[in-house]
């Protein structure tokens, strides 16, 4: 069973920049996808942004331009650079590995979640 372990969360200003990052464990990491959710309180979680094995990426609406997923298989580490960060991004943040190769298949490793919270 992989584990998930994401860091570098925190309180952030608004307009601030936080950088996410997820280390897998287990084998075959850059054959998965893998993607970001996050769960505001009171509301479902919901898909920020995802990687294939092959580096194609998708974003939601609400963080395009400002959100950057990327993958160093090498060292089998996701990350998330979140720039320009607004109050409606504040949630826990979690990391997912998909199915498999391709976009739009979440599987069901999750990390623990690291929490940002934007605010003056």
């Known amino acids: 069973q992989v584990q998930l372990v994401e860091s570098g969360g925190g309180l952030v200003q608004p307009g601030g920049s936080l950088r996410l990052s997820c280390v897998a464990s287990?084998?075959?990491?850059?054959?998965?996808?893998m993607a970001w959710y996050r769960q505001a309180s009171g509301m479902q979680r919901e898909l920020v942004a995802e990687?294939?094995?092959?580096?194609?990426?998708n974003y939601a609406d609400s963080v395009k331009g400002r959100f950057t997923i990327s993958r160093d298989n090498a060292k089998k580490t996701a990350f998330l650079q979140m720039n320009s960060l607004k109050p409606e991004d504040t949630a826990v943040y979690y990391c997912?590995?998909?199915?498999?190769?391709?976009?739009?298949?979440?599987?069901?490793?999750w990390g623990q979640g690291t929490q940002v919270t934007v605010s003056s």
């Open positions: 997912n590995r998909g199915r498999g190769y391709g976009l739009g298949s979440p599987g069901t490793a």
């Open positions: 287990g084998t075959f990491f850059s054959t998965y996808a």
């Open positions: 990687i294939s094995g092959s580096g194609t990426t």
